[in-house]
């Protein structure tokens, strides 16, 4: 049985919103995450009273992102066939350090977030990978987000990086300047994605 860390919605009261993205404080967010626990990843999934807490994280390189396709092979059913300007995942229980505890939680969010981009990345110089938290992301107005909740991180990267995706069968991906993604945000994204594109340049 696979665990994943959540929060309990009620943990998270007026911390995220509805829809959108918003910027509350490191320490805040901090605090209210270190109130979570693993749980079952079955039960996670369909109880919106706990929220997974999902590290998401835009790959920068100058003016543009990294635009992933989600191909059907993905695992997330949900979410085939959109764009996303992020990679996120669960966190899991080999990011137990400091569990719980305010102001170590956050190491747990972004060892995480660093695990995911080696497993769905190839990035010719990992050590440029340095994460800015950059806010918190929710929507409530789908089945994916009811029970989702995500932790904005940028990571800037220099020019001329190649960045290459390790799971062909299941994702596709390339960069794009990030003024043409504005206009084209729209259905074609995850929410979340379009959420991030919304809030540019704010969220920058």
């Known amino acids: 049985m696979k665990f994943i860390y959540v929060v309990k919605r009620r943990d998270l009261d007026g911390l995220i919103p ?41 790959l920068w390189r100058d003016d543009e992102v990294f635009v992933f396709e989600r191909l059907t092979g993905g695992g997330e059913a949900r979410l085939h ?19 719980g505890v305010a102001g170590r939680s956050w190491d747990m969010i972004r060892a995480a977030a660093l695990r995911e981009i080696e497993e769905e990345v190839h990035v010719d110089s990992p050590e440029s990978l340095v994460l800015e938290y950059r806010g918190l992301i ?5 089945e994916v987000g009811t029970v989702h909740t995500g932790v904005l991180f940028f990571a800037r ?27 084209q945000n729209g259905e074609a994204f995850e929410t979340w994605s379009r959420h991030i594109l919304d809030a540019l340049p704010e969220a920058r």
């Not at 270190?34 to 997974?52: I, N, T």
């Not at 020019?159 to 990030?178: D, I, K, M, Q, S």
Request: hydrophobic content about 35%.
């Open 18 to 58: 509805q829809i959108g993205l918003v910027f509350p404080s490191l320490d805040t967010c901090a605090d209210r995450f270190g109130r979570g626990f693993f749980l079952e990843r079955p039960h996670a999934e369909r109880d919106p009273e706990f929220k997974q807490v999902i590290p998401y994280t835009v």
């Open 81 to 99: 066939n959109l764009l996303s300007i992020g990679v996120g995942g669960h966190i899991e229980p080999m990011e137990t350090s400091g569990v």
């Open 138 to 142: 929710n929507d409530e107005s789908n």
């Open 157 to 183: 990267l220099p020019a001329g990086t190649t960045v290459t995706v390790r799971e062909t069968e299941v994702l596709a991906g390339h960069f794009e300047p990030v003024q043409k993604l504005r206009a």
